[in-house]
Nanobody, 121 residues
Framework: QVQLVESGGGLVQAGGSLRLSCAAT????????MKWYRQAPGKQREVVAT???????NYAESVKGRFTISKDNAKNTLYLEMNSLKTEDTSVYLC???????????????WGQGTQVTVSS
């Protein structure tokens, strides 16, 4: 099994920055795509940023130029650097890893528990 633990959320003023972390533990044989999602009350969950197996990154239009997804393979950790935060970025942020665990033959999606980001005006 794989467990993802998120941290780094909090309250920040508009224009400020936060860095979210998503640390994985467990018997991971191979990482596939890793993503950050967010979900605000009453809204659908949306993909914010994606990192493919090869390291290619993609971002939602609303966060391009402000957010950066990165990873530290040695620490088995995924990050989301968020700059120039806006009130509309307020949401619960969740990470999702698609991985193949040791002994398995197909990938499985694992989710973090979510971390609240609140941006005040």
């Amino acid at each position: 099994q794989v467990q993802l633990v998120e941290s780094g959320g909090g309250l920040v003023q508009a224009g400020g920055s936060l860095r979210l972390s998503c640390a994985a533990t467990g018997s991971i044989f191979m990482r596939n795509a890793m993503k950050w999602y967010r979900q605000a009350p009453g809204k659908q969950r949306e993909v914010v940023a994606t990192m493919t197996t090869g390291g290619t990154t993609n971002y939602a239009e609303s966060v391009k130029g402000r957010f950066t997804i990165s990873k530290d393979n040695a620490k088995n950790t995924l990050y989301l650097e968020m700059n120039s935060l806006k009130t509309e970025d307020t949401s619960v942020y969740l990470c999702k890893w698609r991985v193949i665990i040791r002994g398995a033959y197909s990938p499985t999606d694992y989710w973090g528990q979510g971390t609240q980001v609140t941006v005040s005006s």
